[in-house]
């Protein structure tokens, strides 16, 4: 019996590449701190939990396939007081997550054979998804020397052929924590208008700003309305990453269709998760910078002590909460291994997401790696320590 080709270029993630190994360390006794992935540990905002509970209903019921209507409503809100852009209703389609929602974006835009321009390091995500659709993810090598700034505009221009379909960016960005000036977005925009493409930006990370800077979502830019799709979520905004809610917002009335059909298919978003989403969208904005602030601090004290670290490139994202950076090591999916399997420090050790499994072009991520600031201050502080003895020791090791 055979699988369906698709599934062959269908990759392992490279965030829990390395779990077998973590799970022998913790059984063997180490402790272990989780750098490896975005799961935020602050807490669910309480009164949200609470609405949900107070609003369990007695069957938990299909809901309507674009999702509940109310909480539709309510994202309207949000995007007209919080992102600035009055849509109608039918811009508005809830997800099982962001994850959903960029599998029927890529469902709807793209043919087998199609291309879409990604910078990289990218989301890993995006190349799995557009596997699955038989489509090519051509990435644009952003570097880290530029503070992995979007590529030229002319290096995207060259990549454009007839099989292109879409531009996608990630804004701020996961992983490098870039966030894109008003400029660049500009240059894109122009870009798309001139080629006639689909930009596709995912905001997951939307409210996540530091220095006082703010997001500029592509929804603004009017010119490109009719060919602009916005992927979002409530999993990061809100740190509910397990009420699997997510959105496709679009003004362009046939995507939307499309897509509708597709959800139509799949019945419907899961009713407890919009609940609890009807819930979180009570709440006041204060309640989301709270949390940005948080992650503020803990990016402040991860990007100062790895600046302290002898042979670490590191740039200072503005955005999201990752970062990559690059150890003076020859691999980095074998260090991040061997900080698992050989390695502690009083008994503790630190966890990556080795940053080859971002890129298409792996040989520009060999020896980076993605650092999530999802745990607490003092926290990372004590795990950039720990990552400055493992690189002495591990310096100390080679031949
Ligand atoms: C950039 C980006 N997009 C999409 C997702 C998926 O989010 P969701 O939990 O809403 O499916 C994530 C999750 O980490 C992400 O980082």
């Given at each position: 019996m055979r699988l369906s080709?698709?599934?062959?270029?269908?990759?392992?993630?490279p965030i829990r590449k390395l779990v077998p190994f973590a799970e022998q360390a913790e059984k063997a006794g180490k402790k272990i701190y989780y750098l490896?992935?975005?799961?935020?540990?602050?807490?669910?905002?309480q009164e949200a939990i609470q609405f949900l509970k107070d609003n369990i209903p007695e069957v938990i019921a299909y809901s309507h396939s674009a999702g509940m209507e109310e909480l539709r409503r309510k994202f309207q809100g949000y995007y007209a007081s919080q992102v600035g852009v009055d849509l109608p209703l039918s811009s508005f389609l809830v997800t099982t997550g962001a994850s959903e929602a960029l599998i029927f974006t890529f469902s709807v835009l793209l043919n087998s054979g199609d291309e879409v321009i990604i910078p990289e390091p990218?989301?890993?995500?995006y190349i799995g998804f557009a596997s699955v659709v038989d489509a090519t993810v051509k990435p644009i090598t952003s570097k880290i020397e530029e503070?992995?700034?979007?590529?030229?505009?002319n290096e995207f221009e060259k990549l454009i052929t007839p099989r292109t379909k879409a531009i996608m960016i990630c804004n701020p960005n996961n992983p490098t924590g870039y966030l894109y000036s008003y400029d660049e977005l500009r240059q894109l925009a122009e870009l798309i208008k001139k080629h006639d493409l689909w930009l596709i930006v995912?905001?997951?990370?939307?409210?996540?700003?530091?220095?006082g800077k703010k997001h500029i979502s592509i929804l603004t830019f009017e010119d490109l309305r009719d060919r602009t799709i916005v992927i979002d979520s409530v999993s990061k905004r809100y740190s509910?990453?397990?009420?699997r809610i997510g959105l496709v917002v679009s003004a362009n009335e046939q995507f939307m269709d499309a897509v509708l059909r597709m959800a139509q298919a799949r019945l419907s978003p899961p009713t407890l998760g919009q609940i609890l989403s009807l819930g979180l969208l009570r709440l006041s904005m204060e309640v989301v910078m709270n949390m940005v602030k948080e992650y503020e601090k803990r990016r402040d004290v991860t990007i100062e002590a790895l600046k302290q670290i002898e042979g670490v490139i590191v740039p200072k994202p503005s955005g999201a909460f990752y970062t990559v950076a690059e150890l003076p090591v020859d691999d980095a999916e074998k260090f991040s291994k061997w900080l698992l399997t050989d390695f502690d420090y009083e008994g503790e050790t630190i966890m990556f997401?080795?940053?080859?499994?971002?890129?298409?072009?792996?040989e520009f991520g060999k020896k980076q790696v993605r650092i999530a600031f999802v745990l607490e201050a003092d926290k990372m502080e004590r795990a950039m320590r720990i990552l400055k003895e493992a690189l002495e020791q591990y310096k100390s090791m080679q031949p």
């Amino acid at each position: 019996m055979r699988l369906s080709s698709k599934v062959d270029k269908l990759p392992y993630s490279p965030i829990r590449k390395l779990v077998p190994f973590a799970e022998q360390a913790e059984k063997a006794g180490k402790k272990i701190y989780y750098l490896n992935i975005g799961q935020p540990d602050l807490p669910t905002p309480q009164e949200a939990i609470q609405f949900l509970k107070d609003n369990i209903p007695e069957v938990i019921a299909y809901s309507h396939s674009a999702g509940m209507e109310e909480l539709r409503r309510k994202f309207q809100g949000y995007y007209a007081s919080q992102v600035g852009v009055d849509l109608p209703l039918s811009s508005f389609l809830v997800t099982t997550g962001a994850s959903e929602a960029l599998i029927f974006t890529f469902s709807v835009l793209l043919n087998s054979g199609d291309e879409v321009i990604i910078p990289e390091p990218m989301y890993a995500n995006y190349i799995g998804f557009a596997s699955v659709v038989d489509a090519t993810v051509k990435p644009i090598t952003s570097k880290i020397e530029e503070g992995f700034a979007l590529p030229p505009i002319n290096e995207f221009e060259k990549l454009i052929t007839p099989r292109t379909k879409a531009i996608m960016i990630c804004n701020p960005n996961n992983p490098t924590g870039y966030l894109y000036s008003y400029d660049e977005l500009r240059q894109l925009a122009e870009l798309i208008k001139k080629h006639d493409l689909w930009l596709i930006v995912d905001e997951v990370y939307r409210e996540f700003t530091f220095d006082g800077k703010k997001h500029i979502s592509i929804l603004t830019f009017e010119d490109l309305r009719d060919r602009t799709i916005v992927i979002d979520s409530v999993s990061k905004r809100y740190s509910a990453c397990g009420a699997r809610i997510g959105l496709v917002v679009s003004a362009n009335e046939q995507f939307m269709d499309a897509v509708l059909r597709m959800a139509q298919a799949r019945l419907s978003p899961p009713t407890l998760g919009q609940i609890l989403s009807l819930g979180l969208l009570r709440l006041s904005m204060e309640v989301v910078m709270n949390m940005v602030k948080e992650y503020e601090k803990r990016r402040d004290v991860t990007i100062e002590a790895l600046k302290q670290i002898e042979g670490v490139i590191v740039p200072k994202p503005s955005g999201a909460f990752y970062t990559v950076a690059e150890l003076p090591v020859d691999d980095a999916e074998k260090f991040s291994k061997w900080l698992l399997t050989d390695f502690d420090y009083e008994g503790e050790t630190i966890m990556f997401a080795p940053a080859a499994g971002f890129y298409i072009n792996k040989e520009f991520g060999k020896k980076q790696v993605r650092i999530a600031f999802v745990l607490e201050a003092d926290k990372m502080e004590r795990a950039m320590r720990i990552l400055k003895e493992a690189l002495e020791q591990y310096k100390s090791m080679q031949p």
